[in-house]
């Protein structure tokens, strides 16, 4: 199950993208629909069908993101936080090997992206949660548990 939790600027991003598709795009998109069907038959227009199609896929994704942001929790910084690994945090971790590994932990919703964020649902995630900086932890990798170690937390909005 996914989580419900998001930033505050991965909440305004889906929002913008909502109010993007909405008012810009569908507009737009329903007027070469409009302009298309007046044209006459439309079993063999392809501007008609390939925008209808389009319409369509707005009006999914539009619906998607309106139940979508009503069901999500943005989730502030908040001094508490600071010193131990939550959502929000950008982590830096190093494993035995010498590989090292940035990234912030943010909703599900908000990956995509950025390779440099992970969902607070990753197992990588999921373990270093409540953990300081040197503090190692370990995450099964489909190659077996590998062990990571914490160099540094940071957390970018301080109130």
């Known amino acids: 199950m996914k ?5 505050r600027a991965g909440y305004k991003k889906l929002q913008e993208e909502h109010d ?7 507009p737009k998109i329903t007027a070469i629909v409009n302009w298309a069907a007046s044209l006459g038959d439309r079993s063999e227009n392809a501007d008609y069908q390939y925008n209808k ?8 994704r539009v619906r ?8 999500l929790n943005v989730i502030d ?15 830096e971790i190093e494993n035995e090997d010498g590989e090292i590994l940035n990234f912030k ?19 990588m995630a999921r373990a270093m949660l409540k953990k300081e900086v040197d ?25």
Do not use: M
Request: aromatic letters at 14%; glycine letters at 4%.
């Open 53 to 60: 199609r389009l319409l369509r896929q707005i009006d999914r």
């Open 77 to 91: 910084y908040s001094p508490q936080q600071e010193g131990k690994v939550f959502f929000g945090a950008s982590v």
């Open 135 to 159: 503090d190692d932890f370990l995450v099964q990798t489909p190659s077996g548990k590998k062990e990571w170690f914490i160099n540094k937390i940071d957390y970018e909005q301080k109130n």
């Open 20 to 26: 993007y598709l909405w008012k810009d795009k569908r």
């Open 64 to 71: 998607y993101l309106r139940k979508r942001l009503e069901e």
């Open 105 to 123: 932990i943010v909703g599900p919703d908000e990956i995509y992206d950025t390779k440099s964020y992970i969902s607070i649902d990753s197992p």
């Open 3 to 7: 989580s419900k939790l998001i930033t």
